[in-house]
Nanobody, 121 residues
């Protein structure tokens, strides 16, 4: 599975962004998806995860209620909708995929390159 993340940028606090993760090599309907972020000086951390079926999700506590993970099987793309962004959300965001049913919390098999999100106060 090859993954390509996009949609990052520089925004103001309170704004929204939608990250996209285009997949190739396998349908997203057959994989569990996840979004991670790595903030400056910190380890990469899971933000949100979506099961293979698309029905079950997991959110890190700081993003629950503000972020939403989804996937569009027809476009073979996963998304991370980020609302009410905060300066603390500034990070490089990565998408990941796994052949497990999910939601997968760690040990993803496939990774995309990151996309930078910068939130200014």
């Amino acid at each position: 599975v090859q993954l390509q993340a996009s949609g990052g940028g520089s925004v103001q606090a309170g704004d929204s962004l939608r990250l996209s993760c285009a997949a190739s090599g396998r349908p997203v309907s057959n994989v569990a998806m996840g979004w991670f972020r790595q903030q400056p000086g910190k380890e990469r951390q899971l933000v949100a995860a979506l099961s293979q079926s698309g029905y079950n999700t997991y959110y890190e506590s700081n993003t629950k209620g503000r972020f939403a993970i989804s996937k569009d099987n027809a476009k073979n793309t996963a998304y991370l909708q980020m609302n009410r962004l905060e300066p603390e959300d500034t990070a490089v965001y990565y998408c990941a995929a796994d052949l497990s049913t999910g939601p997968v919390l760690k040990g993803y098999a496939y990774w995309g390159r990151g996309t930078q999100v910068t939130v200014s106060s």
